[in-house]
Structures are given as C-alpha cells and as structure tokens.
C-alpha cells in the first residue's frame, strides 16, 4: 500500500524515521512488512501493512510534540496491533512529556483518574499503572488542579523490612519509591523536582504514616496496593480529602504478605466493586509496554500457573 504522511520539514521526517532508519526497521522487523520511503511518501508491502500505516500515523502525530525513542516506537506497535483499539486517543501533557495513549485499558484507566476521585490500577508488572498515574499526577499540578503530590508505599517488600536498612526513615522508603522518582524526573527534571521535595510539594512517605492525616488538594498515589493489610487500606482510602484525588496500584500476583488473603486490594476490589465513585480498571498481559520479553515472560508464568 502506499502511505504518504503530511510532514512539515526533514527534521521532523528524520524524527520518525529514526536514525538510519531504525524505527522504521523495527516496524518492519515486528510486523513482517516491507517498508520503503521516498521522503513523506511510504511503500509499505506485507499481511499487516494496515497495522504499519497506524503505527506511522502514531507516529506522525507524536513527532509534532517530541523526539520518538525505540521504546515510543515499540509501544506504539503494540498499541495498534490489537483489535480492541479506541476509536480516538487519549493524551496527557506536561512540560517535559507529552505522552499519547492507545491501549484501550490504559485509555480507560486514564480518564477514569481525570473523572474519578479514586482509582485502582491492577495488573501485572510494565503495564503504565504507576507511570500513567504519576504523569496525571504531574499534570494536576502544573495546572494547579491540587496543591501536593503525595507519593506512598507499604512497607513491605519481598520479605525485606524496612528496618534492615540504614538511615532515616525517609532514606529507608526512598529506594522502594525509585520507579516513582524515575517518572517524576523524566516529566519534571531532576532539579524541579529536588525543588519540590525540599518545599514539601511532592512529599514521600511510608503508608504508616498517612495515618491521621486528612489530605486536601493533593494528589495522592498508593504504589504496591497489594502488600497493605486490609485495615492499612481502609486507612489510607479515608485519609481522602475534599479537592483531592487517589490512585492506587498494585499487581495481585505478587503479595508479599505473609498470608496472602489479607491483601488489603484484594479485599478493597471485593467491598468497593458496586461503589460509583470508585474506578476499577484490569491490566492484561497485552498492555505491557517495556520490551517485547517482558511481555512474552509474564504470559509464560501466567500459563504455568493455569497449568
């Protein structure tokens, strides 16, 4: 088929091409096609040419926001490679970042944070839910929707206390938290947010110590849900307060608990499942967006453990 894409200028062309033409291999190597370009006019030759013309038109529209690495190509081939796609995209803007959503889940999982003053996100591992909620997270607050960016996580992890590690408790949770300051750095910049945390606006903190607290205008996110007890959810979903919102994350096949039964998100799937104001979006194994192993890993295991 041919393909011929309203480009503004060579950088722009050179953007979504990628060097030597690397992108356009790796679309070419994941989808089986043939692809062959003479500036903005593309030949695409292949059973999924169809699906490769989608990718480029992705493309095309986030090489008009920012530069596209492998990994923006790569989510991009996995997004348009499934049948359930949206009819219409969902974006979320800061900025640093602009990024644009496909996966039908991760779409819904999105809006529901904008919509809802609580949301979980449940699945596996590399499936967006605690990138996707940062980035919501960040552009609350540069649109100065909330005043805080409050970062939590149980103190719970792979039968490793808290108590083994040296310094104070801040320095004890902050490496629990990297994937989360990851985020915060490639939307933010490591000097903003340094800044941030040092006036309070984003603050860190073990899930122990939300208690008590009353959190308004904030923007409050609860990483590894899975590994609270269920009076420590019940704790930490009270602790909402009026002009706030609450996301909460977790993958229910990697509890950490002693006994895994007393999972604080599974029991909060069970009793919340019927409230409206609550929103409960599914990861499956088709919305891991790291590389094409991770993706092929999870559904090994998955497999093994129907088996």
């Not at 029991?267 to 919340?272: R, T």
């Amino acid at each position: 088929m041919n393909l011929t894409l309203d480009i503004d200028n060579s950088q722009q062309l050179s953007n979504i091409c990628g060097s030597f033409d690397k992108n356009l291999d790796t679309i070419a190597k994941s989808l089986d096609v043939e692809i062959n370009n003479k500036g903005e006019d593309f030949i695409i030759k292949g059973d999924n040419e169809h699906i490769a013309a989608r990718v480029l038109q992705d493309l095309l529209a986030l090489s008009a926001a920012q530069p596209i690495n492998i990994f923006d190509v790569e989510m991009t081939i996995r997004a348009c490679s499934h049948d359930d796609l949206p009819s219409q995209s969902v974006n979320i803007k800061t900025k640093r970042k602009f990024i644009h959503i496909r996966s039908k889940n991760q779409q819904q999982y999105v809006l529901d944070i904008k919509k809802k003053d609580c949301t979980f996100g449940v699945g596996p591992a590399g499936t967006g839910k605690t990138y996707l909620a940062v980035a919501r997270a960040v552009e609350a607050l540069e649109n100065s929707d909330v005043r805080r960016i409050i970062l939590v996580r149980p103190a719970v992890e792979a039968g490793e206390k808290l108590g083994f590690l040296p310094g104070d408790m801040s320095e004890k949770v902050d490496p629990y938290l990297r994937p989360i300051y990851d985020a915060l750095y490639e939307m933010l910049g490591f000097d903003k947010v340094e800044k941030l945390l040092s006036k309070n606006i984003i603050e860190v903190a073990p899930l122990a110590f939300m208690r008590g607290r009353t959190l308004n205008e904030a923007f409050i996110i609860l990483d590894e849900a899975q590994n609270t007890t269920i009076p420590q959810m019940k704790m930490f979903l009270t602790r909402l307060g009026f002009a706030s919102k609450m996301v909460i994350t977790g993958d229910i096949t990697q509890i950490d608990l002693a006994n895994q039964k007393h999972s604080g998100l599974i029991h909060a799937i069970k009793v919340l499942k019927n409230e409206k104001g609550v929103s409960f979006c599914h990861f499956e194994t088709k919305d891991v967006v790291r590389h094409q192993l991770v993706k092929r890993i999870v559904s090994a295991y998955e497999g093994f453990d129907k088996s």
